[in-house]
């Protein structure tokens, strides 16, 4: 079993590049070229240098103990909380601005949920000196306003996407428009793992950096490299991606993803794709996504921006189809609770979508020498209106 893309960019049976013609040039240049190009000396000095002196990685690996003692395990945060821009996003968006500078592109656009992914873009857009358009549901950029703020301060326009359910789907759907009518001069940053080939695979590299660095930093505090538990979060998948990109072939590491669930899965508002959903074709990928049986994509629900989302990266349907990944899913609530408590007992308050990771801590069960590490994806800056909507001690 091979849990990697093959020549044509499949996980398996999920992936692939389908696409309209008029970005077959685009594409087939980036599928030819990005390894290449990515994984040359040069490129990867610029892009080292990046994450250490701009992004201040590597990012922590950080033992929890007050968790820990609550749940009965040794629980480890991948901090990526603590990036430049507050996400694992920026790891993506770096990597990307250095690809479409190579390949001769002047102009950047891309799609966001949560803001965090518009914010990454228009940050290393500034950075680098290139114009950047930032497509973003109508809902998202109300109940993400601070990112929208920081966006247009970086000198990004942000443009409302006032289709559908107004949200991430509706977003990437403008996104892939835009990039019909501009092939020429404009590279498209994806924000996860998600796309035609060579989207899913270019990204996951990108954010391999979280789990390279967990190894050594999991061996010098545990003295093995290897955890028992890794957990995350899942929207398209990027965070997850990788967290687990550098253990994939490593049995021993259970792997253990959460979906939004959003008022239940049963509710008809929810985001859990992988158990809701069906094999189709969403964004140019093969994928697991929500949709009627002909073929209408369903309109997602959750209370976070970021995993309000229809499908699936093709790599964690793979993974999930193949049993190698166990899949969770935490409703609005849980995921409220579980912040709260991480932020009342460490004293780190995260991203909504990170919350969902935590959620999954009270339906597992653990031994108490398991190694548990969970990938913080992102602080919860941007959600602090939503916080404190719903937190009695608050109001
Ligand atoms: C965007 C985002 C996610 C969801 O996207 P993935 O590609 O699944 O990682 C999760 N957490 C945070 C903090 C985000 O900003």
């Known amino acids: 079993m091979t849990y990697n893309i093959n020549t044509k960019g499949f996980y398996g049976q999920f992936g692939g590049a389908f696409i309209p013609e008029m970005l077959h040039s685009n594409i087939e240049r980036l599928q030819k070229n990005y390894r290449e190009i990515t994984g040359s000396p040069a490129f990867k000095a610029e892009f080292d240098n990046l994450m250490r ?18 749940y009965g395990a040794q629980i480890y945060l991948k901090r990526e909380d603590l990036n430049h821009t507050g996400s694992h996003k920026i790891n993506n968006t770096i990597g990307q601005i250095l690809l479409a500078k190579h390949i001769g592109k002047t102009r950047i656009i891309a799609e966001t949920g949560a803001g965090q992914h518009g914010v990454a ?3 290393v857009c500034a950075l680098m000196g290139i114009e950047c358009l930032v497509y973003m549901g109508a809902t998202d950029i109300k109940r993400q306003a601070p990112n929208v703020s920081r966006m247009k301060m970086l000198g990004a326009k942000v443009i409302p996407a006032t289709s559908g359910s107004q949200t991430l789907k509706d977003a ?6 835009d990039w019909i009518n501009n092939p020429v001069d404009t590279h498209y940053i994806i924000g996860s793992v998600v796309g035609p080939h060579p989207y899913p695979d270019m990204v996951a590299r990108f954010q391999s950096v979280i789990s390279e660095e967990m190894k050594w930093q999991l061996k010098a505090q545990t003295g093995n490299e290897n955890p028992d538990y890794i957990l995350a979060c899942v929207g398209g ?17 259970k792997i253990a993803l959460t979906e939004a669930a959003g008022k239940g899965i049963d509710s008809g508002h929810s985001a859990a794709t992988s158990v809701l959903g069906s094999v189709g074709i969403i964004h140019g990928s093969k994928t697991m996504l ?13 209370i976070s921006a970021g995993l309000d989302y229809p499908g699936i990266g093709p ?18 609530t849980e995921a409220l609770d579980a912040a709260f408590e991480l932020s009342r007992i460490e004293g780190i308050i995260p991203a909504l979508e ?10 597992m069960t653990f031994k108490p020498d ?3 590490v969970i990938n913080l994806s992102g602080r919860g800056d941007k959600d602090l209106a939503t916080y404190i909507q719903h937190d009695p001690n608050v109001q």
């Open 53 to 70: 002196d701009y992004v201040g990685r590597p990012s922590p690996l950080y033992f929890a103990p007050n968790l820990s003692k609550l």
């Open 121 to 123: 873009t228009a940050t």
């Open 172 to 177: 990437t759907n403008e996104a892939i428009r």
């Open 237 to 253: 998948g990027s965070n997850a991606a990788g967290a687990i990109y550098h253990y994939i072939d490593e049995p021993s590491v």
């Open 290 to 302: 929500m949709q009627t049986p002909d073929g209408q994509i369903v309109e997602p629900y959750s």
């Open 315 to 332: 790599m964690h349907a793979h993974l999930i189809e193949s049993g190698r990944a166990q899949v969770y899913s935490a409703t609005d």
């Open 354 to 363: 990170t919350a969902h990771g935590f959620a999954v801590l009270k339906k």
């Open 370 to 372: 398991d190694v548990v």
